[in-house]
T-cell receptor
Framework: GQNIDQPTEMTATEGAIVQINCTYQ??????LFWYQQHAGEAPTFLSY????GLEEKGRFSSFLSRSKGYSYLLLKELQMKDSASYLC????????????FGTGTQLKVEL | DSGVTQTPKHLITATGQRVTLRCSPR?????VYWYQQSLDQGLQFLIQ???????AKGNILERFSAQQFPDLHSELNLSSLELGDSALYFC??????????FGEGSRLTVL
């Protein structure tokens, strides 16, 4: 199976930068995904990494190190609407295309 | 709007009853996934179908079953309901190896 760890909660200030870490242990790694989920709503896709390095997408960037089983999501110029849960998920080969999710990091953005 | 449609949005029923949740995937997506999300656990993968065939199975209880129909919509049947089955049930779809697109979910309350 897969083991995915993320911090449970984080707090940051509006306008600042925050980094949400995710570590995973799995065999047959085939991609890491980040999703954003507001309370009671559907998860929405943010980013995808399958190779080592940084993927940038506007205010959001995601980094992957396969050798370390480590990823982070970087959020810049934080806005109040970024307050949400951020879910790290991995995909493995031979598992269909299903994603296994971590329990999520609840981010609170304060003034 | 992800393009994935789930009905009903809310459902309240009693222990021992049976319910059916319905999902219509995005146009062109052949894969459908079902996830359960309860307060104390993250998104738990239940089952995946691809073009009508079961592709992957997660921690789905024997009381639960699913199928995907020729028009690609899917149904998740939950029977002999227990209090602990109260949760948000999400359906997601994908074209293949890409990201999953989630519906708004069906909130099930078992009293």
């Amino acid at each position: 199976g897969q083991n995915i760890d993320q911090p449970t909660e984080m707090t940051a200030t509006e306008g600042a930068i925050v980094q949400i870490n995710c570590t995973y242990q799995t065999s047959g790694f085939n991609g890491l995904f980040w999703y954003q989920q507001h309370a009671g709503e559907a998860p929405t896709f943010l980013s995808y990494n399958v190779l080592d390095g940084l993927e940038e997408k506007g205010r959001f960037s995601s980094f992957l190190s396969r050798s370390k089983g480590y990823s982070y999501l970087l959020l810049k110029e934080l806005q109040m609407k970024d307050s949400a849960s951020y879910l790290c998920a991995v995909r493995v080969t031979g598992g269909g295309n299903k994603l296994t999710f971590g329990t999520g990091t609840q981010l609170k953005v304060e003034l | 709007d992800s393009g994935v449609t789930q009905t009903p949005k809310h459902l309240i029923t009693a222990t021992g009853q049976r319910v059916t949740l319905r999902c219509s995937p995005r146009s062109g997506d052949l894969s459908v996934y079902w996830y359960q999300q309860s307060l104390d656990q993250g998104l738990q993968f239940l089952i995946q179908y691809y073009n009508g065939e079961e592709r992957a199975k997660g921690n789905i209880l024997e009381r639960f079953s699913a199928q995907q129909f020729p028009d690609l919509h899917s149904e998740l049947n939950l029977s002999s309901l227990e209090l602990g089955d109260s949760a948000l049930y999400f359906c997601a779809s994908s074209t293949g190896a890409g990201e999953l697109f989630f519906g708004e979910g069906s909130r099930l309350t078992v009293l």
